[in-house]
């Protein structure tokens, strides 16, 4: 197993890693990036609830008065 579990900041354990990120930006280490790739898959999933049956009626009663002031 490495010595290090992040070859950047040198660090040893992940809290060491998020201390060291907290100080430091990677402006001055892209030279010891690599690029990579990689799948990313999404699922979106649709949810409605009653309140927004509530919400409809009630702009659509608002509107309803605004259009007879006009």
């Known amino acids: 197993m490495r010595k290090h579990k992040s070859s950047l900041s040198q660090e040893e354990s992940y809290k060491g890693i998020g201390a060291f990120w907290d100080t430091h930006d990677l402006s001055g280490f892209w030279s010891g ?13 649709t949810i409605y609830y009653a309140e927004v049956k509530k919400i409809l009626i009630t702009n659509q009663e608002a509107n309803r008065g605004n259009s007879s002031k006009n």
């Open 33 to 45: 990036t690599e690029e990579v790739s990689f799948d990313v898959e999404i699922k979106s999933k």
